[in-house]
Nanobody
Framework: QVQLVESGGGLVQAGGRLRLSCAAP????????MGWYRQAPGKQRELVAA???????YYVDFVKGRFTISRDNAKNTVYLQMNSLKPEDTAVYYC?????????????????WGQGTQVTVSS
């Protein structure tokens, strides 16, 4: 079971910003793409953004221009900088690791998940 630890969520007003972090074991992080996902109440978990081990990125349309995914290979950590937050961004945010095809599949299919971090955007 992969141990992923997400952090950085919180309550923010619309238009605000947050930076999420996800720490992963080095053996997993160094060779895998990483993805951020979210699940709002009553909805399916969905892909938000992904990054390859080399730093190439992918964003779903509803976050393009607002969110930025990045990774620090020295710290085995992937980040999600979220700007111009909207109430509809409210969800529990998760990360995961795998091959690019798996990481960019939505809805995502992974055997295990971390605890996630709650993001709440008030209007």
């Amino acid at each position: 079971q992969v141990q992923l630890v997400e952090s950085g969520g919180g309550l923010v007003q619309a238009g605000g910003r947050l930076r999420l972090s996800c720490a992963a074991p080095g053996s997993i992080f160094s060779t895998n793409a990483m993805g951020w996902y979210r699940q709002a109440p009553g909805k399916q978990r969905e892909l938000v953004a992904a990054i390859t081990s080399g730093g190439s990125t992918y964003y779903v349309d509803f976050v393009k221009g607002r969110f930025t995914i990045s990774r620090d290979n020295a710290k085995n950590t992937v980040y999600l900088q979220m700007n111009s937050l909207k109430p509809e961004d409210t969800a529990v945010y998760y990360c995961n690791a795998g091959a690019w095809v798996q990481v960019t599949t939505s809805p995502p299919r992974f055997g295990s998940w971390g605890q996630g971090t709650q993001v709440t955007v008030s209007s």
